[in-house]
């Protein structure tokens, strides 16, 4: 059964440093998804990056990166100049397959990051 | 666009009440699911569906039904509301060939 594991209940980091997010996965399908979201207080879930499994390069959106690790099946989010507002919780998710019967989305129990000034 | 809409987005009902819980998109998406968020453990799916009437259980469906009249409503019912069913709720869509999830702004039950 797939599985997505944050070991770090919470995390602090200055500001304008970077961060690692740390996600470990479990899966015996091939193809699968790998996201990260990031969950302000005020609660909404906001899509940061994705990772498929075929894909040959790392992802990176802006400030954001994944460090995808495909024999260690860890996903790491990697968050650089690290900002007031990137204090919030974050997930870790990963779809099996794609395009395919359900397109689940399964989540890890998140990792709250603090940034302090 | 709207995205996904969820209503209420706070409600406190009775032990043993019932209430649907509403969620809507107007993206066209073919695949909606549910979603409840409890302290330390994460999202964990209830229920989903790939279609217009298709619907299936996810990780913790007890005490929860769904049905997928249309693509754009997915609505969530509790039978008989309990205390353990005190959580924030997020409904998710997305088409079934991307990768990109929309999920609502949430719902956040308590149950007394």
């Known amino acids: 059964a797939q599985k997505i594991t944050q070991t770090q209940p919470g995390m602090f980091v200055q500001e304008k440093e970077a961060v690692t997010l740390d996600c470990t996965y479990d899966?015996?399908?091939?193809?699968?998804?790998l996201f990260w979201y990031k969950q302000p207080s005020s609660g909404e879930m906001i899509f940061l990056i994705y990772q498929g499994s075929y894909d040959q390069q790392n992802a990176t959106e802006g400030r954001y990166s994944l460090n995808f690790q495909k024999a260690r099946k860890s996903a790491n989010l990697v968050i650089s100049a690290s900002q007031l507002g990137d204090s919030a919780m974050y997930f870790c998710a990963m779809r099996e397959g794609y395009g395919g019967a359900t397109n689940k989305l399964i989540f890890g129990t998140g990792t709250l990051l603090a940034v302090q000034p | 666009n709207a995205g996904v809409t969820q209503t209420p987005k706070f409600q406190v009902l009775k032990t043993g009440q019932s209430m649907t819980l509403q969620c809507a998109q107007d993206m066209n998406h073919e695949y909606m699911s549910w979603y409840r968020q409890d302290p330390g453990m994460g999202l964990r799916l209830i229920h989903y569906?790939?279609?217009?009437?298709?619907?299936d259980q996810g990780e913790v469906p007890n005490g929860y039904n769904v049905s997928r009249s249309t693509t754009e409503d997915f609505p969530l019912r509790l039978l008989s509301a309990a205390p353990s069913q005190t959580s924030v709720y997020f409904c998710?869509?997305?088409?079934?060939?991307?990768?990109?999830?929309?999920f609502g702004s949430g719902t956040r039950l308590t149950v007394v």
């Open positions: 998710a869509s997305s088409f079934r060939q991307g990768y990109g999830y929309t």
């Open positions: 899966t015996s399908d091939p193809s699968y998804g």
């Open positions: 569906s790939v279609g217009a009437g298709i619907t």
